[in-house]
Antibody, heavy 122, light 106 residues
């Protein structure tokens, strides 16, 4: 069974930094792309960033709203993916989800974690 | 930037057919996914690659995509289907979501 468990959320001041972690199990981690998405309180879903698999050289992509401030990385030995967030703004306040595409369908976010809340406030 | 447009709300009576649309420029040339999200829960993928249902998703959920519009159809809508629904596609290697549609079953 695929499991994704996010951690690391909390309260941070504007301009600060935070690193989110996503622990995974139930699949061969290095074979899969991994994504981060977020949802501001009472708002819709927003894709944040992606890190590809070994076959695609672990390349990354980012939403324009976070490019240059956020970084996605992975540690295959720990089956974990991370989201390093810096220069945080109040508008980054959201529940952050880790996700894995469905088998054979990298365009679809097939598996989701439970989310971790990040609050950016002074 | 690429935009996907959904109606904010759709209402349907139990047992009837609910239709939720998602519009975007030349959307028919892209793969569209649909997600269901109930209050306080993580989203769930219900349709991918326009027409495919993941394992465990009831047959009453179906999708289509042509021209500038993708459609999620729920036949025989049940009370448990009341939720927010989001369409999603990719543009220039970035993920894009519609604003979401609140489906009310009444």
């Amino acid at each position: 069974e695929v499991q994704l468990v996010e951690s690391g959320g909390g309260l941070v001041q504007p301009g600060g930094s935070l690193r989110l972690s996503c622990a995974t199990s139930g699949f061969t981690f290095s074979d899969h792309y991994m994504d981060w998405l977020r949802q501001a309180p009472g708002k819709g879903l927003e894709w944040v960033g992606r890190i590809r698999n070994r076959a695609n050289s672990y390349t990354t992509e980012y939403a324009a709203s976070v490019r240059g401030r956020f970084s996605v990385s992975r540690e295959n030995s720990k089956n974990a993916v991370y989201l390093q967030m810096s220069s945080l703004k109040t508008e980054d306040t959201a529940v952050y989800y880790c996700s894995r595409p469905l088998e054979g369908a990298v365009t679809a976010f097939g598996y989701w974690g439970q989310g971790t809340l990040v609050t950016v406030s002074s | 930037s690429y935009e996907l447009t959904q109606p904010p709300s759709v209402s349907v009576s139990p047992g009837q057919t609910a239709t939720i649309t998602c519009s975007g420029d030349k959307l028919g040339g892209r793969h569209v996914s649909w997600y269901q999200q109930k209050p306080g829960q993580s989203p769930v993928l219900v349709i991918y690659q326009n027409v495919n249902r993941p394992s465990g998703i009831p047959e009453r959920f179906s999708g289509s995509n042509s021209g500038n519009t993708a459609t999620l159809t729920i036949r025989g809508t049940q009370a448990m289907d009341e939720a927010d629904y989001y369409c999603q596609a990719w543009d220039s290697r970035t993920g894009v979501f519609g604003g979401g549609t609140k489906l009310t079953v009444l």
